[in-house]
């Protein structure tokens, strides 16, 4: 074969492989020296006409699917891309028979056969389906209503027709956030252009925008919600097997303490939690059997979950009793509630909200003086939860009354001179349930001093033994009472005192007048001459007239106070009248 030949062959493999379509056959490449090469049949293995052959073996068939099936461009394309990898393959092989040559082309035909059996359906894709940027997310909160727009281009050569859209819709508040108010969201349209210069400007102005209107679940959790709608076409007449598929995101806010889209099923709703800040009594200070408001303080701590259908049941409990019959232990409510019932009801407490419960309870009369526990027990609802528990505690300080008697006193003697002593002495009985402490007694009078007496403690039933010494400093100008003043201290160390009156007459030293003027040498003259019998004489005159004085003395104070007695007496009845 000549130069020539050899050229035309190289030249047609090249058209070959480049896709061309045209017909010529070209002979197989002579050697360098311008004879023909049968090395290569010789050893069985094809040569290039072989190889001719088979090019245009696979270009005819090429052509004739086109010609039968009439495929879209894409299906062309298609077919272009397997007819040149078979010819590329059996051109650049140097070691394949004629019968591993015609096998490739038969299976390449196969693969020809497969791109066209795909005419008459459209697969689907997003590459040239999709939504426009200029998508904005919406948001909406529970229970109002939003739009959704979904601006749709056609980023493809081809124009779409026949388009329907339809949302995938389902009851899970999870993934779809919008009440089901119809049966139906398609909407459909007639066509979106196709984009020719394949420029996102071109394919954003011929865009077709879709609107719903959707209302948002009274249950809707809060977050973004991915929104997926199906779109149904055709392309040159041939409509989508499968649908594209366009998703958009839209914020939605739920009520407080509905949850958040994403966390499971324990957490997505907190339970709130109901504590007691703090309580108070009126009056404040508790007595046993005593009856009294308790205020106790409650707040939601949940700073976005109300609560509702709140039930609140107070309950204090003391330690017990036993029975009769030994070893039992029975519990009794130390407080009860004058109403009956300690229970109490709030309809609703919103995210972080305080309320106030208000109860009138009575103490029990025998009650030691102690704190008592105060349990409230809680059960409530959520919109998204029922029968919640919850408790709390309180401790009410109960205080016992301070009670205590004393005996009657003694007072040895109870006239004195001023100067002299009067011993008082009387017992204190602790006749309540609490213990006295720092017991002590102290006398107050503007005729008398001392007689501080330090007692200690005193348990409850046990008694106390005053014996004190009082002294006369001035002369009694009044009844002669004096104040017997009995101090204590409670656990708290506040201290309280009792007046006891009792009666104490001091008088004042009695001195003769007569007997201080007489000179004293005189006395002493007559003392000397005096005698034996002389002397008795007088020392019997001197106490009969000291006697008659202190007599006189004593009347004229008991008419002193009997008419201050009359004279009070009538200050009465001229007040009454």
Known sequence: MNRFLKRALVAGMAVCMAGTMAPARVTYAASADGSQSQSDSEEGYIDDEDRQYASEELVNYKKTLIRRENPEQYILDELEDIM?????????????????????????????????????TVTTTTEFLTLADNW???????????????????????????????PEVTNDVATWPFVPETTGYT???????????????????????????????????????????????????????????????????????????????????SQPRIIVTGFETDPETVYAGDVFTLTIHVKNTSPD???NNVLFDLEAVEGGTEN????????????????????????????????????????????????????????????????LTDEAKVSVPVKQESKFDSSTPEINPSDI?????????????????????????????????????????????????VDAMVTGIAATMDDGTVKAVIIYEDEAGNQSRQEKDITIFVNEMFIDEGMMDMPVDEFEEEEKGLSVGMIAGIAVGAVAVVAALITGILKFRKKKKAAKLLAEDLLDLSKDE
């Open 417 to 465: 001179m001023v100067g002299e002593q009067s011993n008082v002495m009387f017992q204190i009985y602790n006749t309540g349930k609490t213990t006295l402490y720092n017991v002590q007694v102290k006398f107050e009078a503007d005729s008398v001093e001392g007689g501080d007496t330090f007692i200690g403690n005193l348990q409850p039933g046990g008694t106390g033994n």
């Open 187 to 269: 909407r459909n349209f007639n066509e979106i252009p196709g984009c020719a210069t394949k420029l996102y400007d071109e394919a954003v102005f011929n865009r077709r925008e879709v609107t719903y209107t959707f209302t948002a679940r009274q249950d809707v959790l809060t977050g973004y919600y991915p929104l997926k709608f199906k779109v149904w076409y055709s392309k040159d007449g041939i409509r989508c097997t499968e649908p594209a598929e366009v998703s958009v995101f839209v914020y939605c806010q739920g009520k407080p303490g509905s949850g958040r889209i994403g966390m499971s099923e324990e957490t997505n709703v």
């Open 84 to 120: 040149n990898s078979g010819i590329y393959y059996i051109a650049n092989s140097e070691r394949m028979t004629e019968a591993e040559m015609w096998e490739h082309v038969s299976r390449v035909k196969g693969q020809m056969d497969a791109a066209v059996e795909k005419t008459g």
């Open 324 to 387: 009769a019959s030994g070893g039992t232990t029975n519990s009794y409510a130390a407080f009860l509630p004058t109403s009956g019932s300690s229970a109490i009801y709030v309809d609703r407490m919103a995210a972080g909200s305080s309320h106030d419960l208000k109860i009138e309870m009575q103490a029990k009369a025998d009650l030691s003086q102690k704190p008592y526990v105060v349990t409230v027990n809680m059960k409530y609802d959520t919109d998204l939860k029922a029968d």
């Open 305 to 307: 979950t109300a609560v």
């Open 136 to 166: 904005r997310t919406p948001t909406v909160s529970y229970g109002q209503s939003v739009d959704i727009v979904l601006p749709l281009i056609n980023m493809g050569e081809e124009w779409l027709t026949d388009i329907l859209v339809e």
